[in-house]
């Protein structure tokens, strides 16, 4: 059974350019989560979906971070422009109805110059 | 923000003695949860503890909680150099929530 897919593993790129993030949750999960992990912060909880619709996104830093999720298999996060302190590694989770715990992508290492 | 707080940060162990990690969160819960990163991997659930049980074990791993001190303690018994990680405690909170706040992870070395 694949886990959860993030793509890319790694993003180099520098100040001012649009990142995309993506994810593929676990099939028949239909929660979804995008967490930040930095050494200061911790992990964060960014926005999470419940059936393909936002329910919280009040961890979303600025206006400049966006999510979508267009159906059930596929989510991505958006930073449009992309600035130094947005570097950090960004996790997507996913679950199941109830008390079913959260299962983590690898994530994608974001490094903005 | 953070709801949880792991104690010790960093924990430095011979293979084969037993590990505890302590956590600590402010607000009533639903459960709480326990995840293991290895580096440069996502997290791993590990065992999840209600908040109307006590104590829960999986394997190597006991976990328990203490909802009058808001507190969890997970214990490694005879550690492998493999459970060189990081581990997390996660609250849920609110009716219906799914949402986990995470501590800021204890970081736990088992040298061979």
């Known amino acids: 059974d694949a886990g959860v897919i993030q793509s890319p593993r790694h993003e180099v790129t520098e100040m001012g350019q649009e990142v995309t993030l993506r994810c593929k949750p676990i099939?028949?999960?239909?929660?979804l989560f995008w967490y930040r992990q930095t050494m200061m912060r911790g992990l964060e909880l960014l926005i999470y979906?419940?059936?393909?619709?936002?329910?919280?996104d009040s961890g979303m830093p600025e206006d400049r971070f966006s999510a979508k999720m267009p159906n059930a298999s596929f989510s991505t996060l958006k930073i449009q422009p992309s600035e130094p302190r947005d570097s950090a590694v960004y996790f997507c989770?996913?679950?199941?109805?109830?008390?079913?715990?959260?299962?983590f992508g690898d994530g994608t290492r974001l490094s903005i110059l | 923000s953070q709801q949880g707080e792991e104690d010790p940060q960093a924990l430095s162990i011979q293979e084969g003695e037993n590990a505890t990690m302590n956590c600590s969160y402010k607000?009533?819960?639903?459960?709480l949860q326990w995840y293991r990163q290895n580096s440069g991997r996502g997290l791993v659930h590990l065992i999840l503890?209600?908040?109307?049980?006590r104590e829960k074990h999986s394997g190597r791993l006991r976990v328990t909680l203490d909802t009058s001190k808001k507190s969890s303690s997970l214990l490694i018994t005879a550690s492998r150099a493999a459970d060189t990680a990081s581990y997390f405690c996660?609250?849920?909170?609110?009716?219906?929530?799914?949402?986990?706040?995470f501590g800021k992870g204890t970081k736990l070395s088992v040298i061979p």
């Open positions: 607000t009533s819960i639903n459960n």
């Open positions: 989770a996913s679950t199941g109805q109830g008390e079913q715990p959260q299962h």
């Open positions: 503890i209600r908040s109307n049980e």
């Open positions: 979906f419940n059936n393909n619709v936002p329910i919280d």
């Open positions: 996660a609250t849920v909170s609110g009716a219906g929530s799914y949402q986990l706040t």
């Open positions: 099939s028949g999960h239909n929660s």
